[in-house]
T-cell receptor, first 112, second 113 residues
């Protein structure tokens, strides 16, 4: 039981490049989330998926897109990376009617 | 939307002393308040949570209190140990089909020997 997994662990991009961050969970959770963490700003919600087939914007969605591929997988895409997107990205999941969120190990992204 | 403020941003205590971290929230509809601990380079992990129908909850050396009227909640750690050193985040949400957490900005707790 791996919980929430994320790939890659670390990535360096040049401005304008695109990439997809992958997230998967094996806890049969309905809801999945993407956060970014910047120094002094805590974790901010980018997008979330309440259930398979639905996605909604969070607090800071600009510059990102998401796909809920199936119940297990929720990906985050940067179409044209900008230095302001340098951050640590965390994926999380929670069960139906259960508020506790379980986080993945994070992806550290550097945009030059 | 919800806004969560957290204080202090840094806190240094001696081993064995108590530590208190305070948070306020703005949305009176929020009904779930978790606390996460994040060690350096690691993922946030839930340490305790409280729901709006409860005023206090304890788990060994950790306790959380909630004042719904004043819209603030606090984390209390007693008999601090070096392994308590980490960044602590409070959060709030109005639970439904998805728990959209709004986080505070974090408190870096350092427990010195």
């Amino acid at each position: 039981n791996a919980g929430v997994t994320q790939t890659p662990k670390f990535q360096v991009l040049k401005t304008g490049q695109s990439m997809t961050l992958q997230c998967a969970q094996d806890m049969n959770h309905n809801s999945m989330y993407w956060y970014r963490q910047d120094p002094g700003m805590g974790l901010r919600l980018i997008y979330y998926s309440a259930s398979e087939g639905t996605t909604d914007k969070g607090e800071v969605p600009n510059g990102y897109n998401v796909s809920r591929l199936n119940k297990r997988e929720f990906s985050l895409r940067l179409e044209s990376a900008a230095p302001s997107q340098t951050s640590v990205y965390f994926c999380a999941s929670s069960g139906w009617g259960v508020e506790t969120q379980y986080f993945g190990p994070g992806t550290r992204l550097l945009v030059l | 939307g919800e806004n969560v403020e957290q204080h202090p941003s840094t806190l240094s205590v001696q081993e064995g002393d108590s530590a208190v971290i305070k948070c306020t929230y703005s949305d009176s509809a929020s009904n779930y308040f978790p606390w996460y601990k994040q060690e350096l380079g690691k993922r946030p992990q839930l340490i305790i949570d409280i729901r709006s129908n409860v005023g206090e909850k304890k788990d060994q050396r950790i306790a959380v209190t909630l004042n719904k009227t004043a819209k603030h909640f606090s984390l209390h750690i007693t008999e601090t140990q070096p392994e308590d050193s980490a960044v602590y985040f409070c959060a709030a949400s109005n639970t439904g089909t998805a728990s959209k957490l709004t986080f505070g900005t974090g408190t870096r707790l350092q427990v010195t020997l």
